[in-house]
């Protein structure tokens, strides 16, 4: 048999040889031809990943919000507001700085893999109108929505990654509270 | 809140259910000095008060998830930790106000150990840690009247840029 096999090599590849290597080889040589592009697209990232990333989405409309509430507050509430205004404007500032710390924290997450260039993400844009109650209100319920929306995404990150949706959500469900109290004028 | 199944991984098994087990004491001995530590907070707030009766409903909170974990822990063919006689407080206390700070700093240490729970892949005790840390911040916040960015994550576990 070792002798059929060595006479087989001499002679050269069999017919069925090289119509196997011939279907096999297609694809590469096509991808050749074609460059980059003919190897597919790329696997979709992984699920982890995905909620990372529209966790960082969610995170940036927020900081959006707040930024878009406080500039309307300052421009329609008198120029001598009440101490309580002032005060509830103070404590909005406060938690719009800790939504800034959740944001650095969750991007700091985000590993790209090297040589690709993130896409940069466009400035969402918030509406805001109403009173001071009106817009606390919109707040506390966008506070609430953010913190039930992380804790039903743990199921599929990594360990270290859940206990910092976990606190993050925690934070968020927080400033319901602080932000209801504002509104009462603490 | 959803409870964490009862039903246990087989007991003296896996380097897996040695950390199920150790997160569960952690979490534990925590509502343990969390229960003891209320009843500082209890004794030097006004009588009668309403931040008083805040205290004993959050003190009742506290004594019923001890119950509950050591229940999950028993469950799982481990002896719960026992809870100690008397327990280092954080702050001293003499005051209503110290009072008040005592019982934030008991919440953000119960919020720390229920991050542990929060690192298991089992889905119940991630979930079940996962409200209990969101609840213990509240808590936290009502008593300090401020909130945190990050409740019950150390400082060191955050990324600096």
């Known amino acids: 048999m070792a002798d059929g096999v060595a006479a087989r090599m001499a002679r050269g590849p069999s017919r069925r040889v090289v119509l196997a290597a011939s279907s096999a080889s297609l694809p590469l040589l096509l991808a050749a031809c074609k460059g980059v592009q003919a190897l597919g697209s790329p696997p979709p990232p992984a699920a982890d990943v995905s909620t990372l990333r529209a966790a960082i989405s969610a995170e940036e409309v ?33 938690v719009q ?12 997450r985000l590993v790209e893999p090297p040589g690709s260039r993130p896409t940069p993400s466009p400035t969402p844009s918030v509406q805001v109108t109403g009173s ?12 609430q929505a953010a913190s039930d929306r992380l804790l039903s995404q743990l199921g599929v990150l990594p360990g270290s990654l859940a206990q910092l949706f976990a606190s993050i959500a925690a934070s968020e469900a ?7 109290a504002a509104g009462r004028g603490r | 809140m959803t ?20 997160a569960l004491q952690h979490a534990l001995a925590a509502e343990q000095a969390a229960s003891y530590g209320y009843g500082v907070v209890g004794a030097h707030l006004p009588q009668g008060s309403a931040l008083q009766a805040t205290a004993a409903t959050d003190w009742i909170t506290h004594m019923r998830l001890r119950d509950r974990l050591s229940a999950l822990i028993s469950a799982r063919g481990t002896q719960p930790v026992p809870a100690a006689v008397a327990y280092q407080l954080p702050a001293p206390v003499q005051s209503s106000g110290e009072a008040q700070t005592l019982a934030a700093l008991l919440e953000d240490g119960v919020a720390q150990a229920y991050l542990g729970l929060v690192a298991l ?6 979930s ?15 008593w300090r009247g401020s909130t945190q960015a990050f409740p019950g994550l150390p400082d060191s576990s955050l990324r600096r840029s």
């Open chain 1, 132 to 143: 001071l109650s009106d817009v606390l209100s919109m707040l506390e319920q966008a506070e």
């Open chain 1, 174 to 180: 927080t400033h319901v509270p602080l932000l209801t």
């Open chain 1, 62 to 94: 927020m900081v959006a919000r707040y930024a878009a509430a406080l500039s309307y507050l300052r421009t329609s509430l008198p120029p001598k507001g009440t101490a309580a205004d002032i005060l509830s404007v103070s404590d909005i500032e406060a």
């Open chain 2, 3 to 22: 409870a964490p199944s009862a039903t246990a991984s087989p007991p003296g098994g896996s380097a897996a259910a040695s950390q199920v087990i150790a």
């Open chain 2, 128 to 142: 079940f840690g996962a409200q209990q840390v969101r609840a213990a911040a509240l808590r936290a916040e009502a």
């Open chain 2, 121 to 126: 892949p089992e889905k119940g005790l991630r």
């Open chain 1, 97 to 108: 700085s800790e939504h800034g710390e959740h944001l650095a924290q969750l991007k700091s």
